[in-house]
């Protein structure tokens, strides 16, 4: 069973720093888009940032300058470096990935991780 398991949340003061990561484990041929979306209780989920298998990266205008996506495709796994915390940072952090499974088959799946609460505190 293909799945993503993340790791790295936690509470950080104001200002600080952490690091998210998300691995990909079981039977995958190749991993496109990953990305990292967070959401807060009564909001929508938002897109954080995201990286191509080419390594271009996109950021939400709230997080550009502060946060970094990164990925590790032997180890299949994307990681979000997160600076300068903020207390309005403060959410579930979800990473996704669109993965393909067989080389035979084009088809590809979005997977999510478990999410991983980041809590900044002032």
């Known amino acids: 069973q293909v799945q993503l398991v993340e790791s790295g949340g936690g509470l950080v003061q104001t200002g600080g720093s952490l690091r998210l990561a998300c691995a990909a484990s079981?039977?995958?041929?190749?991993?496109?888009?990953m990305g990292w979306y967070r959401q807060v209780p009564g909001k929508q989920r938002e897109l954080v940032a995201v990286i191509t298998s080419g390594e271009s990266t996109n950021y939400a205008d709230s997080v550009k300058g502060r946060f970094t996506i990164a990925r590790d495709n032997a180890k299949r796994t994307v990681y979000l470096h997160m600076n300068n915390l903020k207390p309005d940072d403060t959410a579930v952090y979800y990473c996704?990935?669109?993965?393909?499974?067989?080389?035979?088959?084009?088809?590809?799946?979005?997977?999510w991780g478990q999410g991983d609460q980041v809590t900044g505190s002032s």
């Open positions: 079981g039977s995958i041929f190749s991993i496109n888009n």
């Open positions: 996704n990935s669109d993965v393909q499974f067989s080389r035979w088959s084009s088809n590809t799946q979005i997977l």
